[in-house]
């Protein structure tokens, strides 16, 4: 009866919807744009860095009212940095920040978040008022998966960005700062910062740009050395550790050495210097979050507390300040100029990454070698591993490697599925492949009197002694190419940068006269990757990498894994009915070649459990680099010290 009731007429007709379809809501103003004007008065920052139990830091600023805004009244907005350089990505930390409270002469001012832009807090300013007194905390994660954790017991690590609001409508170098920090009792500092004065615990700093704050972390710890990397030299280059117990400083003369030449071979690498002063900030760590980040006059290095104490085991870690380092010339002074923005908060743009990255990837791997900090042949195995991993992962036959530069901003470095297919930030590796084959092209053009280096010099080395940044187009790259030998580089780089294709840049080992090739055996750069980071490497075998416990950690796309449904996130429970155990493994594979039954692997997702059978018969696969023909090696002679 209901549904007789509710039954439309047979005859009837559908009413004609004539009401006004929705539309979208009206937008609110913009936020003013950066403008290139002095920011009036000094913004003040204090921040209190002494509660270590529970990772808190405590702020306080005063920012200056403008006139013309103190006279009327009205809205201001403040920024919290969004894009910040080195990260290419919006990655400022705001989900951190907390606890703010505006004031204005004693009277307390209710702040609305923007509902676009969700980094700008408006401030209704009364009228008369000369500045804004604010208040917050920046609550640091406590746990690694909360993100970086930046404060411990015996160490922290402070970032300026995650601890300021500032003015919107201004560049950033056009706002100063005056900064200052409470550290706890007894602990030591290092930064590109200059001091003002101190007294107690608290570090009053000169007076900076904000872009020039930001630009200039502290590390501070309750462990501390400072070593002198260019003893008696005009510009002062330092080495700030600090470490998680006393023990972890110890630094031999040998090593010390070391760590000055890569002073020394830089300089002549660059032939200039970008900065006033220098300093590496080097934390020995496993409860600090590892880092690695640029900054002109500095930058901060997290590694294993072991660098120094176990030297041996270290190997694949001592790319990172030559890496740093060279960010100095290369993205902090030469930047690219869709990177280069007027605040933290206009979106960067990461379309020259493969030079910025890549061609300081491959300085890193040829500074560590020139200076010793690893020796000829862990320079050779390191390339071995980055060119095995590039053939290996076949992304490229649909993603390009210029494409890979919008990675920053597409996954943030999150975990994903099939890595070698999805491709990530392979401007990194790839990208110093292509600049070894852009090195041994120049060599090869020139019958070896010219060089990479001689590009370096040229185009990072201009305006000696100046830290003012200086940007460049893909076409500078090029000129600046030409100049050192005609060739037609826009093509060269256009087939390497855009092309899709299943081929890894190999060009350059080749003409380096080396080539890839794999065996049974490991080579001690890579058994000491494993080992730091806790995994076995099995890609270009059965196509998997896995965790202590079996888990799979990578799989390579289309490898006898991959098609046999293993995947990430899945454990390895048990092989050809025994337990899972890293070096029983090693031996089936290796015993592979000979034995022609198919590999029986018990896997374990979640709850469910299965049983796939891989037929694989390719034995245990190592990458290596094996020399080719006679006489001296392009890439022997690249990795060598210059004199």
Do not use: C
């Not at 920090?181 to 904000?210: M, R």
């Not at 590694?303 to 030559?322: H, I, N, S």
């Not at 320079?379 to 053939?391: G, I, K, M, Q």
């Amino acid at each position: 009866m209901l549904a007789f009731l509710i039954a439309p007429a047979a005859d009837a007709q559908p009413q004609v919807q004539d009401q006004a379809q929705p539309q979208p809501a009206t937008a609110p103003a913009a936020i003013a744009a950066p403008q290139d004007r002095p920011f009036p008065g000094h913004i003040a920052l204090r921040i209190d860095a002494t509660d270590l139990d529970r990772h808190i830091f405590t702020g306080h600023e005063t920012v200056p009212v403008p006139a013309q805004l103190s006279a009327s009244g009205g809205d201001m907005v403040l920024l919290f940095p969004k894009w910040l350089p080195g990260d290419h990505s919006p990655s400022g930390e705001l989900d951190a920040f907390a606890s703010l409270v505006v004031n204005a002469g004693g009277t307390r001012l209710g702040w609305v978040r923007d509902p676009v832009d969700v980094y700008a807090f408006h401030i209704p300013v009364p009228r008369g008022s000369t500045s804004l007194d604010l208040d917050f905390q920046f609550l640091s994660p406590t746990e690694p998966k909360q993100g970086r954790v930046a404060m411990t017991p015996a160490m922290l690590s402070l970032q300026w960005n995650n601890m300021l609001l500032y003015p919107a409508g201004y560049f950033s170098r056009d706002i100063t700062m005056d900064a200052s920090v409470t550290l706890p009792a007894g602990w030591s500092f290092g930064t590109g910062l200059d001091v003002a004065s101190t007294a107690g615990a608290v570090t009053h700093f000169k007076p900076v740009p904000l872009n020039t704050l930001v630009d200039n972390p502290m590390l501070a710890g309750r462990y501390f050395r400072r070593e002198d990397l260019a003893p008696g030299a005009a510009v002062p280059v330092h080495l700030d550790i600090a470490a998680d117990r006393p023990d972890d400083l110890a630094i031999t003369p040998d090593q010390l050495a070391r760590h000055r030449a890569l002073v020394v071979q830089a300089q002549r690498l660059f032939g200039s210097h970008h900065y006033d002063h220098y300093d590496f900030l080097l934390s020995l760590s496993d409860e600090l979050g590892g880092i690695g980040l640029e900054h002109h006059r500095s930058s901060e290095n997290g590694v294993e507390p072991g660098y120094f104490t176990e030297w041996d085991k270290m190997a694949p870690e001592r790319d990172l300040l030559p890496h740093e380092y060279t960010h100095s010339w290369n993205g902090k002074f030469r930047r690219p100029a869709d990177l280069w923005q007027p605040n933290f908060n206009v979106p960067e743009q990461d379309s020259l990454l493969w030079v910025y990255e890549g061609q300081t990837q491959y300085w890193g791997k040829i500074l560590a070698a020139r200076s010793g900090l690893i020796s000829r042949q862990e320079v050779l195995d390191s390339l071995a591993y980055t060119a095995a991993t590039y053939s290996t992962g076949i992304g490229r036959s649909w993603r390009n490697l210029e494409d890979t530069t919008n990675d920053p901003v597409i996954a943030s470095r999150r975990p994903i599925p099939f890595r070698s297919w999805q491709r990530s930030e392979d401007y990194y590796e790839e990208g110093a492949l292509v600049w070894l084959d852009v090195d041994t092209r120049l060599r090869s053009l020139t019958h070896d009197s010219k060089s990479l280096d001689d590009f370096a010099r040229a185009f990072f080395g201009i305006d000696n002694g100046s830290y003012i940044t200086a940007t460049y187009q893909l076409a500078d790259v090029v000129k600046a190419l030409n100049t050192v030998a005609p060739y037609d580089w826009a093509a060269f780089l256009n087939a390497r940068l855009f092309a899709t294709g299943p081929q890894a840049p190999l060009d350059g080992l080749t003409r380096g006269g080396y080539r890839l090739t794999y065996t049974d055996t490991e080579t001690p750069f890579l058994k000491s990757e494993e080992a730091n980071r806790k995994y076995t490497e099995l890609s270009f075998s059965l196509g998997v990498a896995l965790k202590s416990d079996g888990t799979v950690r990578g799989v390579i796309w289309d490898s006898p894994a991959f098609k046999a449904g293993i995947v990430v996130g899945t454990q390895i429970v048990a092989v050809n009915g025994l337990s899972y155990d890293a070096d029983e493994l090693k031996q089936t594979l290796k015993a592979s070649l000979t034995d022609k039954a198919p590999i029986q692997i018990l896997l374990k997702a979640d709850r469910h459990y299965r049983m796939v059978t891989v037929d694989y018969h390719g034995g245990l696969r190592y990458p290596h680099l094996e020399r080719t023909g006679t006489g001296p090696a392009s890439l022997d002679t690249i990795i060598s010290a210059r004199k």
